[in-house]
């Protein structure tokens, strides 16, 4: 199977989708939930929050010519955002051919944190817990055999003594193996589980018990050549490196550029049902790990004018559990991309992450995004201005001809054609 498909852009929506579906083995029964014909409905969104009254459709694109440890994978992204979906596959074209991404994960460990104050003697209690680690360890196993039988469940603990404003309290990390789930529910359990046990041990009142976003021990890397992106022209290139320095020493430009890396993440992760909120705290709080907040990538120049990029964030995603299992386009955006494990998710959402970024420094370091964003951004331009469905492509073919794409050519557009 291959990635590679030119123009998949110029293609309608469904040739699109029944070029994935024999590529990735969809049945007629799963095409029909795609298209949302059979799909998502309001029951099953009433069993999935509270008080439902409907649902909020999002588009779901395919991102193409992604290799990921030497693997062609289709990526699903689903997002509002136009460009976002073109961008990852332009960048990703530019990879592939030069082996595209590889990664390497830290393995699912999460942290659940325990919070224990009054605590008269901190220090002795710290070491108290650590002496009664095996059967803290134990209790906590006790709340899910599946997962201890999986060789996941709690692994280790650590703890901490914390200065707060006004008092010092304790903190007791679990570091848990939620394997492929992303993990909230069994970490959760086991903090909730364990802490009258942590309360006798300590002589101290336990307040929160609850799992950290900041997932530091389930981390995955990704590195990628793009190969000579900007034809051999030099001061592009040094262009490139300047924008994503800025993105190291400057926490104003950093957290756009890292939220133009998310726009990529968040979207395969809503796209396979996972927590968007949850790895977006965690890739946040990871960027100012070093006390200031930084890019999540790195860029370095390459041989034969290549640029080499790489990513590092935590990625707390699953396959297991909550609407990963249960929301039924999710779970097809997982076959999609053929991905068994939550390494090999997590692994193709930190390529995109690289990709999304290389695609906008790319360009912000060149033209700008405005020009090309305002191009694909017609479509809804138009339809804003009051085109008619039947008009739409009139419009954006006359927009592209004139070379105009601000709101108000586009709305002189419409007008002319409504006459
Ligand atoms: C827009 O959604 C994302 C960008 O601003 C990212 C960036 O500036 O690197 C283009």
């Known amino acids: 199977m291959s990635t590679r498909i ?38 099953e969104a009433d069993r999935m929050i509270e008080n439902v009254i409907g649902y909020m459709p999002i588009p779901l ?27 990852a596959s332009n960048a990703a074209k530019y990879a592939y051919d030069s082996g595209g991404f590889t990664t390497s994960y830290s393995g699912a460990i999460m942290r659940g944190q325990i919070q224990i104050t009054e605590v008269k003697d901190p220090y002795g209690a710290l070491a108290k817990v650590y002496e009664n680690k095996r059967e803290i360890l134990q209790l ?58 942590l309360e006798k041990i300590t002589n101290g009142k336990v307040v929160l018990r609850i799992l950290s976003n ?73 960027a100012s790990r070093l006390g200031t907040y930084r890019s999540l990538t790195h860029w370095e120049k390459g041989e034969n004018h290549s ?12 396959l297991i559990g909550g609407a990963t299992t249960s929301h039924p386009v999710a779970k097809l955006a997982t076959k999609i991309m053929q991905v068994e494990t939550a390494e090999e998710l997590a692994s193709n959402i930190a390529s995109v992450g690289l990709a999304q970024n290389f695609a906008a420094l790319r360009v912000l370091a060149s033209e700008g995004i405005q020009q090309g964003h305002m191009r694909l951004h017609a479509r809804n331009l138009a339809l804003m201005a009051g085109a008619k469905d039947n008009q739409i492509d009139k419009v954006i073919e006359l927009a592209a001809k004139q070379g105009k794409f601000k709101f108000d050519d586009i709305k002189k557009i419409v007008k002319a054609l409504s006459y």
Do not use: W
């Open 6 to 43: 030119p123009g998949f852009y110029n293609l309608l929506p469904e040739e699109r989708l029944s070029q994935i579906a024999k590529a990735t083995n969809l049945t007629d029964k799963e095409l029909e939930i795609i298209k949302g014909n059979k799909g998502f409905s309001v029951k």
């Open 61 to 87: 694109g395919i991102a193409v010519n992604f290799k990921i440890n030497n693997k062609d994978a289709f990526i699903p992204m689903a997002t509002e955002e136009p460009s976002v979906v073109a961008a």
């Open 140 to 197: 906590c196993n006790k709340q899910d055999p599946t997962l201890v039988s999986l060789g996941g469940g709690a692994k280790n603990l650590e703890v901490h003594v914390i200065d707060g404003p006004t008092k010092k309290m304790v903190v007791v990390h679990l570091f848990v193996d939620t394997k492929d789930a992303m993990g909230a529910n069994a970490v959760n359990t086991m903090a909730e589980a364990v802490a009258p046990l």
């Open 214 to 286: 900041l997932a530091d021990q389930r981390i995955v890397r990704a590195r990628a050549t793009f190969q000579d992106p900007f034809n051999d022209n030099k001061e592009a290139m040094n262009k490139f490196m300047d924008a994503y320095e800025l993105a190291m020493i400057d926490p104003y430009r950093a957290a756009t550029h890292n939220k133009g890396i998310m726009n990529g993440i968040s979207s395969v992760v809503l796209a396979s049902g996972n927590d968007t909120r949850a790895v977006e705290a965690g890739a946040h709080a990871y």
């Open 307 to 318: 640029i080499i990029g790489t990513i590092e964030l935590p990625l707390a995603v699953g």
